[in-house]
C-alpha cells in the first residue's frame, strides 16, 4: 500500500499542548479514547463537534487515493466517547469495488475498536449513496447524527440517516433479523482439529466469529502477519444492498492502513483467510489484492 500520509505535518499545526495528545493516534491505530478527547475540548477551548471538524485534515491524512487523488476524512463518535479516524482506500491494479469509502473506514476502525455503535459522524464531503447505504446497516443507526463540514464556507449540515436515506432498504426488507452491524454479535465458529494451535489461523477464526452476515450467512475473517510481528485481522460487514459492504481483506486493509501509520515498513508476510462455504465467496478477491504485495492466501474453509 502506497502511503502519501502528511499526518505529522498535520498535527504539527495544532497548539503544543493538544499536538502531544494526537501524538497518540499511531499506538492508538487512529482512536482518541474518550478522556483524551475532553483534555483535547479543555485544551483547545471546543466544543465536541468542534474538535471534530479540526480533526478532519488529520483523518484525510490517513487517505490512500493512488486512483482518483481526492482525499476524504471523516471522524466518528463511538457510543464510549471515543473518536475514530477515517479515510478512503483506493488500490491501484485493483477493481474500483475494493475502494474503501471514509466512512466505511471510520466503522470498521470502531468495529474494530469493540464499538457497538456510533454517536455521531464529521464528514468533509456528503456522503455518497453507497456510503449512506452502508451507514443504514448500522446498530442504532436511528440515533447516529451525519454532519457534514463545507470548509469554504465554514458551515456544517446535520443530518439523520432518514434525511440522507428516504424510503430506506435494510436487512428487515427481507425479512432478516440478526443483529446489526456493529452490535455485539458472535457466532461459535470451530477449526478443523489438525488446525488448533496454529495462532494466525485462530485470530482469523475468531475474526470471522465476530463478522456481521445476516443475508448470505457466509462469515468470513482474515489475519494477516506484518513484518514487525503484530497481527491485524479483518472481518466482514455485509450489507442488505451486497454491494456497500466490506469485504474481510478490505476490513483487514484498513487495520493495515493504521498499523502503518505507527510503522510505515510493517509489510504483510502472512495472511490467512476463514470463510463458512457459501453461494458467494471472498477468496478470490483477497487472494487478488494479497498477490500484488507478492503474499500467497492461506485460505480455510470450514
Wanted: proline share 4%; aromatic share 6%.
Amino acid at each position: 500500500m502506497q502511503i502519501t500520509s502528511d499526518f505529522n505535518q498535520k498535527i504539527a499545526e495544532f497548539p503544543a499542548s493538544a499536538a502531544l495528545v494526537l501524538e497518540n493516534i499511531p499506538a492508538q491505530l487512529g482512536k482518541l479514547d474518550a478522556a483524551q478527547v475532553e483534555e483535547l475540548k479543555a485544551a483547545m477551548s471546543l466544543s465536541l463537534e468542534e474538535l471534530m471538524i479540526q480533526l478532519l485534515p488529520v483523518a484525510a491524512s490517513l487517505s490512500v487515493a493512488e486512483i482518483s487523488d481526492f482525499r476524504v476524512g471523516v471522524v466518528a463518535e463511538g457510543l464510549s466517547g471515543s473518536l475514530y479516524l477515517g479515510a478512503n482506500l483506493e488500490f491501484t491494479g485493483q477493481p474500483l469495488k475494493t475502494t474503501v469509502h471514509a466512512e466505511q473506514f471510520a466503522v470498521v476502525n470502531a468495529w474494530h475498536r469493540g464499538e457497538q455503535g456510533l454517536k455521531r459522524l464529521v464528514v468533509n464531503e456528503a456522503p455518497c449513496g453507497h456510503c449512506r447505504q452502508f451507514l443504514n446497516e448500522l446498530c442504532r443507526v436511528d440515533q447516529l447524527q451525519v454532519i457534514v463540514y463545507n470548509n469554504s464556507k465554514g458551515e456544517a449540515r446535520h443530518y439523520t440517516i432518514g434525511e440522507l436515506l428516504p424510503d430506506r432498504f435494510g436487512p428487515a426488507d427481507l425479512g432478516m433479523e440478526d443483529g446489526a452491524l456493529m452490535c455485539d454479535l458472535s457466532y461459535p465458529l470451530e477449526l478443523p482439529a489438525e488446525l488448533e494451535g496454529d495462532e494466525l489461523a485462530e485470530v482469523a477464526l475468531f475474526a470471522a466469529s465476530k463478522s456481521y452476515a445476516p443475508v448470505c450467512q457466509s462469515r468470513a475473517g482474515i489475519a494477516l502477519r506484518l513484518k514487525s510481528g503484530r497481527i491485524v485481522t479483518g472481518r466482514y460487514g455485509a450489507n442488505a444492498a451486497f454491494n456497500p459492504g466490506v469485504t474481510a481483506m478490505e476490513s483487514a486493509a484498513v487495520n493495515w492502513r493504521l498499523a502503518l501509520l505507527h510503522n510505515t515498513e510493517d509489510a504483510i508476510e502472512e495472511a490467512v483467510m476463514v470463510e463458512q462455504p457459501s453461494k458467494s465467496s471472498q477468496k478470490e478477491l483477497a487472494a487478488s489484492f494479497l498477490n500484488k504485495y507478492g503474499i500467497s492466501l492461506r485460505y480455510i474453509q470450514l
